[in-house]
């Protein structure tokens, strides 16, 4: 798995942000120990897509926030897109023994949510919906399950790395029966977490998942949550690190991400149906972050997830 670093504004944390190549699984398991090599460790930064971390042993520390957390046998982190993760040191994860899950809304189907604050009605999702520039949020694996723990990351890691037939079926069941255990664990602060939640923040993922098929600005969505523009930047970008048209148009890009993997639309077709009434405007901005146009994004996905 490979990042995009995305430039910060001010002194706003990077933001990464991570689009599978065509046809590849958006789901990736990472070692986390003193070798790790985890896009961003090197400066504080935060990531647009979900993630855990797991430490079945004692061991290192995490910098999440501004908080600097010793780590514990059963330490469960579970990272949402705009948690600050602080800048890692070489010695950090020294003795540590760990791993990182991370994923995008294309891995569990094309009914999932693509604004992640529109995640908290979905069962799985909403332990990621706690964003927002404060740090992950940790919780403990009770010693019982940490061996089953391992073993169900370890499965599905083996999944991704040998490609034996089957293996992305394989590789959705296994993201699946995890993100169970780490919504049943949570379900102790889920309603916490519901109860606090910032209302504007949320109504405001709520017009993007509605409306990001159609034109959408700006001054639109504030004029939706009643709220000024200005204001309604200022607390987009400081609770997830984005601006609201970055988030509009990452929604786009999910959607036509998934018509041009199971649909044999024009693009042109594509680009209206989520939001764009230029078709050679979708071209560019599609190229912009995936590298490639959707002619070859659609060409290569189909090569590549037979």
Do not use: C
Not at 135 to 164: F, M, N, S
């Amino acid at each position: 798995m490979r990042a995009r670093r995305l430039t910060p504004t001010g002194d706003q944390p990077a933001t990464y942000s991570w689009q599978p190549a065509p046809g590849e699984l958006a789901v990736a398991v990472v070692r986390l120990g003193h070798d790790a090599d985890i896009n961003g460790a090197h400066e504080a930064h935060s990531h647009d897509f979900p993630g855990i971390a797991y430490f079945g042993a004692p061991g290192g520390i995490v910098r999440t926030g501004r908080q600097v957390r010793e780590v514990e046998a059963g330490d469960l982190f579970v990272v949402a897109p705009g948690d600050v993760m602080g800048r890692a040191r070489s010695d950090d994860l020294a003795g540590a023994s760990g791993w990182g899950v991370f994923f995008t809304a294309d891995a569990l189907g094309e009914d999932t949510p693509g604004a992640h604050l529109a995640w908290r009605t979905h069962p799985l999702l909403f332990p990621f919906v706690h964003g927002g520039a404060t740090g992950a949020l940790r919780l403990k694996v009770p010693a019982a399950q940490r061996q089953e723990w391992t073993a169900r990351i370890e499965a599905l890691r083996d999944e991704l790395e040998h490609r034996r037939e089957g293996y992305r079926e394989a590789v959705s069941a296994h993201l699946v029966l995890l993100l169970v255990a780490v919504s049943r664990l949570a379900a102790d602060v889920v309603g916490d977490l519901r109860e606090n939640a910032e209302p504007p923040l949320a109504e405001v993922f709520d017009v993007i998942e509605r409306r990001y098929p159609e034109p959408l600005s700006l001054r639109e969505v504030a004029a939706a949550v009643s709220i000024s523009p200005g204001h309604l930047t200022s607390t987009v970008r400081r609770r997830t690190g984005r601006t609201v048209q970055d988030w509009i148009t990452e929604r786009r890009m999910v959607q036509a991400r998934r018509l041009l993997a199971a649909t044999d639309l024009p693009v042109g077709d594509i680009g209206r149906q989520v939001g764009f009434t230029d078709a050679g405007y979708f071209a560019r901005t599609f190229g912009k972050r995936h590298g490639m146009s959707p002619t070859s994004w659609r060409r290569f996905n189909h090569l590549n997830s037979v």
